[in-house]
C-alpha cells in the first residue's frame, strides 16, 4: 500500500502525540485520516487538471456588471459560509 499522506504527517503527528498524550488508537486514526484527505485532495488536483478548463474560475472573477440577477454580497456571503473539506477544495465550491 502508498500511504505517502500517512508518511508526509507521521513526524509532526508524532510530536502533537507526544504533548497531547493520544492513545493508540486516536493516534492511528489522526494517521488515517490524513492519509484520507491526502487521497482526497490528490483526486480533485486530477479531476480538475483532467477538466482541461479554459480559465480559472474563482468567485472573484465573476463579472456582476452584467444584468444576469447575479448579487455580488449574496454570492460572497455563500462562499463563506461553505465549510473546506479538510483544510483542502471542497466539490461544493465548484461551480
Known amino acids: 500500500m502508498k500511504l505517502y499522506g500517512m508518511a508526509q504527517s507521521l513526524m509532526g503527528r508524532l510530536a502533537d ?3 497531547a498524550e493520544l492513545t493508540h488508537a486516536e493516534f492511528v486514526g489522526l494517521l ?3 492519509e484520507q484527505a491526502h487521497r482526497d485532495c490528490k483526486r480533485l488536483r486530477r479531476l480538475l ?3 482541461h478548463m479554459k480559465q480559472d474560475a474563482s468567485l472573484e472573477n465573476i463579472d456582476y456588471r452584467r444584468s444576469r440577477g447575479l448579487n455580488v454580497t449574496s454570492h460572497l456571503m455563500e462562499a463563506a459560509s461553505v465549510p473546506l473539506n479538510r483544510g483542502h477544495f471542497s466539490e461544493s ?3
Open 32 to 34: 488515517a485520516a490524513d
Open 49 to 51: 487538471r483532467r477538466a
Open 17 to 19: 502525540a507526544r504533548q
Open 93 to 95: 465550491l465548484l461551480l
